[in-house]
T-cell receptor, first 115, second 115 residues
Framework: DGGITQSPKYLFRKEGQNVTLSCEQN?????MYWYRQDPGQGLRLIYY???????QKGDIAEGYSVSREKKESFPLTVTSAQKNPTAFYLC??????????????FGPGTRLTVL | AQSVAQPEDQVNVAEGNPLTVKCTYS??????LFWYVQYPNRGLQFLLK??????LVKGSYGFEAEFNKSQTSFHLKKPSALVSDSALYFC?????????????FGDGTTLTVKP
């Protein structure tokens, strides 16, 4: 089955801790994205990557970091600098690097809760 | 800048009745428009998209949407609603001219179909 996997499904973080959310795709897609979803709000873009070893900040990048060392992997680290990290995090990908007319494919999400 | 508005937080319909979920957009160039559906604690699933051509777009699960350039709208419709259609629906727009292919999502509309 081709698709996007995210792990873990649920993640609990203590104050001051960094945590890393995993995102892997076997669709051979060029571009990958991280979104944050809060209740009553749409998806907000955190970071995106159009090619290996390159990534750009989205609308709410502060307190987050990413890497893209392999085409299929785009992990997101939520650092202690992110003051309100409790949210549902979604990873997505598009076939083309620029997105364009491509459909975005989404992973199942990771729910992060700060204790 | 591009933007999307979903003016209704919630839409309630009876099973078997037609449904409409509204979406309006603002872009500088030609819009690429998408509808996605999200079930609780899941990722988004693609329903349909408008790129160019026929203003009436047909998608998955019997859904369709009509692109109206003069009203800058892209409303999602279904002739006969099912209880299983109950979910959170997102409209998204992508403007290749000014936003490098990044998508902007609306805040979502919760559709409830009652038996």
């Amino acid at each position: 089955d081709g698709g996007i996997t995210q792990s873990p499904k649920y993640l609990f973080r203590k104050e001051g801790q960094n945590v890393t959310l995993s995102c892997e795709q076997n669709l051979n897609h060029d571009a990958m994205y991280w979104y944050r979803q809060d209740p009553g709000q749409g998806l907000r873009l955190i970071y995106y990557s159009q090619i290996v070893n390159d990534f750009q900040k989205g609308d709410i990048a502060e307190g987050y970091s990413v890497s893209r060392e392999k085409k299929e992997s785009f992990p997101l680290t939520v650092t202690s600098a992110q003051k309100n990290p409790t949210a549902f995090y979604l990873c997505a990908s598009t076939q083309g690097a620029s997105g364009g007319t491509d459909t975005q494919y989404f992973g199942p999400g990771t729910r992060l809760t700060v204790l | 800048a591009q933007s999307v508005a979903q003016p209704e937080d919630q839409v309630n319909v009876a099973e078997g009745n037609p449904l409409t979920v509204k979406c309006t957009y603002s872009v500088s160039g030609n819009p690429y428009l998408f509808w996605y559906v999200q079930y609780p604690n899941r990722g988004l699933q693609f329903l349909l998209k408008y790129i160019t051509g026929d203003n009436l777009v047909k998608g998955s699960y019997g859904f369709e949407a009509e692109f109206n350039k003069s009203q800058t709208s892209f409303h999602l419709k279904k002739p006969s609603a099912l209880v299983s259609d109950s979910a959170l629906y997102f409209c998204a727009v992508r403007d290749m001219v000014t936003n490098a292919g990044k998508s902007t999502f609306g805040d979502g509309t919760t559709l409830t179909v009652k038996p």
